[in-house]
Nanobody, 121 residues
């Protein structure tokens, strides 16, 4: 059993900051890519930021220069530091991870339950 638990969402004013955390727990051998998606009402879920176990990262164009994704591989945790937040960043943010249970074979995708981020004055 593997679980991803997110925290750090909330209400923030435009220009403010939040830091999201996502901790993976359970029977885990290794985690490959780990990152964040978001979904606003009436819109498709989109990739926000992702990080590999080696430290490389990629971002959606809309958040480049404002968001930073990082990982603590010892704690199996991924973070999303969100600065200069805009109203259009309002969405439910979901953690996603590609996790291997065994030393070999393909990883399987797992999702967190989502955490609400609301940017409003």
């Amino acid at each position: 059993q593997v679980q991803l638990v997110e925290s750090g969402g909330g209400l923030v004013q435009p220009g403010g900051s939040l830091r999201l955390s996502c901790a993976a727990s359970g029977s885990i051998f290794s985690i490959n890519a780990m990152g964040w998606y978001r979904q606003a009402p009436g819109k498709q879920r989109e990739l926000v930021a992702a990080a590999t176990s080696g430290g490389s990262a990629n971002y959606a164009d809309s958040v480049k220069g404002r968001f930073t994704v990082s990982r603590d591989n010892v704690k199996n945790t991924v973070y999303l530091q969100m600065n200069s937040l805009k109203p259009e960043d309002t969405a439910v943010y979901y953690c996603n991870a590609d996790i291997r249970i065994l030393p070999t074979g393909r990883g399987s995708g797992y999702w967190g339950q989502g955490t609400q981020v609301t940017v409003s004055s």
